[in-house]
């Protein structure tokens, strides 16, 4: 460079000069991102080898899949009337369970939150919460099939337990979240702790709330339809029944009625998200 350029060259600045030296990695974070690296990458080949992925086995086996597959078809409506009656049955399995765990996950996130309770009532609820969604339905249906008997009852009480502490954390998480201003301008009237969570805490969430709901109701049809496998209600009754009898073209029309109602269950609670939330 000529000296004429040096002369007109713009100065750096300092705090240029301060955020390149910042973007710059030191010895010691490299060291830690490559570890970093290494540790990832003997975890994914660990998982791995541990689930026996076998690419080549997969291909092999698509032949297999495909002659499997076509036992499907045509479906077989014959007994639509009995399938119509027992996705009912589902979606009021999954009506009840989303209704009962709401009423329950509501207080239980209040408490789980660390910014509206002491830390020792924070951390058993959270437990408690973690215990509840750790449990998969089908656990709780075979405890609840020994304790009411077989039916949906069951099965409601396996979606209620489960989805109460899966929407118990996801309640919490929202209210962490907060604005404190609407909160602070509640208690500045004098207003009480639960006039607090009321009308400062509440109308915040409600709209994140709703979104929860909605996609946890969707989520609970599709479980209910597993849960009659265990005897727990439902059209997974009929589906179990299908499979155990090798008549896949029944199994084949129930899948398609179940995929009909979940997308008509998808669009309505799109359709409540842009109205509601």
């Given at each position: 460079?000529?000296?004429?350029?040096?002369?007109?060259?713009?100065?750096?600045?300092?705090?240029?000069?301060?955020?390149?030296?910042?973007?710059?990695?030191?010895?010691?974070?490299?060291?830690?991102?490559?570890?970093?690296?290494?540790?990832?990458?003997?975890?994914?080949?660990?998982?791995?080898?541990?689930?026996?992925?076998?690419?080549?086995?997969?291909?092999?086996?698509?032949?297999?899949?495909?002659?499997?597959?076509?036992?499907?078809?045509?479906?077989?409506?014959?007994?639509?009337?009995?399938?119509?009656?027992?996705?009912?049955?589902?979606?009021?399995?999954?009506?009840?369970?989303?209704?009962?765990?709401?009423?329950?996950?509501?207080?239980?996130?209040?408490?789980?939150?660390?910014?509206?309770?002491?830390?020792?009532?924070?951390?058993?609820?959270?437990?408690?919460?973690?215990?509840?969604?750790?449990?998969?339905?089908?656990?709780?249906?075979?405890?609840?099939?020994?304790?009411?008997?077989?039916?949906?009852?069951?099965?409601?009480?396996?979606?209620?337990?489960?989805?109460?502490?899966?929407?118990?954390?996801?309640f919490s998480e929202a209210i962490e979240n907060i604005e404190v201003g609407p909160i602070e301008g509640v208690r500045s009237t004098g207003a009480s702790k639960f006039q607090e969570i009321l009308f400062g805490v509440i109308p915040q969430v409600i709209p994140l709330w709703i979104?929860?709901?909605?996609?946890?109701?969707?989520?609970?049809?599709?479980?209910?339809?597993?849960?009659?496998?265990?005897?727990?209600?439902?059209?997974?009754?009929?589906?179990?029944?299908?499979?155990?009898?090798?008549?896949?073209?029944?199994?084949?029309?129930?899948?398609?009625?179940?995929?009909?109602?979940?997308?008509?269950?998808?669009?309505?609670?799109?359709?409540?998200r842009r109205r509601f939330v």
């Amino acid at each position: 460079m000529s000296l004429k350029s040096e002369k007109y060259a713009l100065p750096v600045s300092p705090a240029v000069v301060e955020m390149q030296a910042r973007d710059r990695l030191t010895p010691r974070q490299m060291v830690r991102w490559a570890a970093f690296g290494l540790g990832a990458i003997a975890l994914l080949y660990y998982s791995a080898v541990v689930s026996e992925i076998d690419l080549v086995e997969l291909a092999e086996g698509g032949s297999t899949m495909g002659e499997y597959i076509s036992r499907y078809f045509p479906p077989n409506f014959s007994d639509w009337s009995f399938y119509l009656t027992d996705i009912i049955e589902t979606i009021g399995m999954g009506i009840w369970g989303t209704l009962l765990a709401v009423v329950v996950a509501a207080p239980l996130s209040i408490l789980a939150s660390a910014n509206l309770c002491p830390i020792w009532i924070v951390q058993p609820t959270r437990r408690l919460l973690d215990a509840m969604r750790a449990i998969n339905e089908i656990v709780f249906a075979l405890v609840f099939v020994v304790a009411v008997g077989l039916g949906p009852f069951a099965g409601v009480l396996a979606i209620f337990v489960h989805t109460a502490g899966i929407l118990g954390k996801l309640f919490s998480e929202a209210i962490e979240n907060i604005e404190v201003g609407p909160i602070e301008g509640v208690r500045s009237t004098g207003a009480s702790k639960f006039q607090e969570i009321l009308f400062g805490v509440i109308p915040q969430v409600i709209p994140l709330w709703i979104s929860y709901i909605l996609y946890r109701f969707e989520s609970n049809v599709r479980s209910a339809t597993v849960l009659g496998i265990v005897g727990a209600g439902g059209i997974g009754v009929s589906l179990y029944q299908s499979f155990r009898s090798f008549d896949y073209t029944k199994v084949c029309a129930i899948l398609i009625i179940l995929v009909v109602v979940v997308g008509v269950i998808d669009a309505a609670s799109a359709w409540l998200r842009r109205r509601f939330v």
